[in-house]
């Protein structure tokens, strides 16, 4: 059953729903549609599926570009409507058609509705029926297999006994058609119990296994061979000499061991010079400046698309003539096959700048779907128009949803009397503890009180390695050393920083591969037991299409590891070596593409100082390049 149908416009202004389904839905799945779809490039999608408590619906959807409208209809997920798209379109066609721009209630569309409703369900029976009566049973396999009961049995038994040919050319002519309906589940579940009564009985019913490997021949032919391998490995054991076992490092501030710290010990306020040294030296953040993104001329960009839009008009219109008119006279509504051959190319652009191809073949069909339709303005060619709706798709995903202001958000945070918690999360090698500290420089040059939390217990040097950022940087560090549960530490960090006044507290924690799920189940409780306010992923620009398997999955695992029934999953990101790509900077798009998190904070550098943030502009003007 259709549980609803509306017709808005792209400015959300509803025309008409039905009256008469008149069901409530549960939760918000429209608004859930609009965020999640059609504002991030996402509408190429055939549909969407809708879960909230008590409610599981499906949303399809089509548009009407040239007037803007969005028709969608909603039902229940387990009902699998046929109808659904035919009757989509034929909604289209009729309500363009009383379409006034001026008017904002359709209520004499409500039989038009039924009619065309009834009209779709009638049409799907018919095509259920036909397909019914196409393909008849297959008898013959069905006696085979034991499924035909009382008379057909019988004609079995008569068959064997030499009568009835008619069955043997019944069952030669249906060879190869599947079953309709239930019939295809059963005789699959009769030949599967078949295959097992060969396979179980196969000496009761006299099945010879002759042609057939062996097993035990195999058996012991290993459990020959493992023999002479023990034998030899035996006998190399003992002409080899016995190993120096290398002592174990003590990882503490014993004065026995040589603590790492490369300071003059006569020189007195180490840790003020090492302040004023890193001060001098770094100077202020680049999360503070402006990045002036240059407006370069695009006469020669322009010259370039008008000859390749020629070439490739010439080859599907009719030449440069024709091409030529309909960018001079305009085209009456674009069609998917003009659109063709400006998006193959945007697609293979965007795969050059490290987008991947997933994400660039969805952009493009998103982009195609908001076009097709489309009325194509007076002296515009196809492929700027693309270019343009290309332009716009992708700043739509790149631009945040909603505000995350980290310096706002500490004041509030202070206000409340508790400190704002950040984890830096992330695969191995990628970078987290250097820019969790570049992080605690821009942070300190906003006089926030900064402490940071060593919950990386895992890697050997971690600790060493945060403890060194934090000297450098005057900034206090809790730590518990190695083997210790990194919930429990970042638990207690938290608890010092409260007692101490610290306004926020940066927890590191150890790298580990999105595939590893005793590590991802300990990160899980560690977001668990805390509950951060801010989770950064840190990941690599350099990675292209692995950044969307990455991302992917620890959301995913965060999500099913988490004994919370409304798991914390990734709130922003934080892409490192971002100075090394040159034009490559595409895993940005689609890292925010898979995971809908903003991209906050860029790694361009070795110093503190390089930090900054992401310049969408500049970002979209580099892709479409």
Known sequence: MLEQLLIFTRGGLILWTCKELGNALRGSPIDTLIRSCLLEERSGSASYNYDAPGASYTLKWTFHNDLGLVFVAVYQRIL?????????????????????????????????????????????????????????????????????????????????????????RDGDNSKGHPLENGDISNNHIGKGEANMKVKNNGKENGVSNTGAFDVNKLQKLRSKGGKKTETVSN??????????????????????????????????????????????????????????????????????????????????????????????????????????????????????????????????????????GKRLASFTRVSSTVQAAMEDALTRILTPRRSIDILRDVHAAKEQGKPYVVVFVGVNGVGKSTNLAKVAYWLQQHNVNVMMAACDTFRSGAVEQLRT?????????????????????????????????????????????????????????????????????????????????????????????????????????????????????????????ISGAPVMFVGCGQSYTDLKKLNVKSIVKTLLK
């Open 80 to 168: 699998h409507l046929l109808y659904v798209d035919d009757l989509l379109s034929m909604v289209k066609k009729e309500f363009s058609e009383i379409y006034d721009p001026k008017r904002t209630s359709y209520n004499d569309f409500d039989d038009i509705f039924q009619q065309l409703k009834k009209e779709a369900e009638a049409r799907a029976e018919e095509m259920k029926k036909s397909k019914q009566v196409g393909k008849p049973m297959n008898n013959n396999l069905a006696r085979k297999l034991g499924n035909v009961q009382n008379g057909n049995m019988d004609r079995g038994n008569k068959k064997k006994s030499g009568g009835e040919p008619g069955n043997d």
């Open 469 to 593: 950022h934090a000297r450098r940087l005057q900034i206090p560090i809790f730590e518990k050393g190695y083997e210790k549960d990194p919930a429990i530490v970042a638990k207690e960090a938290i608890q010092e920083a409260s007692r101490n006044g610290s306004d926020v507290v940066l927890v590191d924690t150890a790298g580990r591969m999105q595939d590893n799920e005793p590590l991802m189940r300990a990160l899980s409780k560690l977001i668990y037991v805390n509950s951060p306010d801010l989770i950064l992923f840190v990941g690599e620009a350099l990675v292209g299409n692995d950044a969307v398997d990455q991302l992917s999955k620890f959301n995913q695992k965060l999500g099913d590891l988490s004994p919370s029934p409304d798991p914390r999953l990734i709130d922003g990101i934080l892409l490192t070596k971002f100075d090394t790509i040159d034009d490559k900077v595409g895993a940005a798009l689609s890292m925010v593409y």
């Open 235 to 372: 006998k190399v054991s003992k002409e080899e000499p016995k190993k120096i076992t290398k002592k174990n490092r003590v990882w503490d501030d014993s004065p026995k061991e040589a603590k790492l710290d490369f300071t003059d010990p006569g020189s007195e306020n180490v840790e003020q010079q090492h302040m004023s040294v890193v001060a001098a030296d770094q100077g202020e953040s680049m999360m503070d400046k402006e990045e002036i993104v240059s407006s370069d001329s695009e006469s020669e960009s322009e010259e370039e698309e008008t000859s390749k839009d020629n070439k490739v008009d010439g080859k599907k219109k009719g030449g440069w003539f024709s091409s030529m008119f309909q960018s001079i006279a305009g085209k009456a509504n674009l069609e998917n096959s003009d659109l063709e051959p400006a998006l193959k190319a945007l697609k293979d652009r965007l795969m050059t700048k490290n987008v991947a191809e997933e994400i660039a073949e969805k952009l493009c069909e998103s982009v195609a779907s908001s076009l097709e």
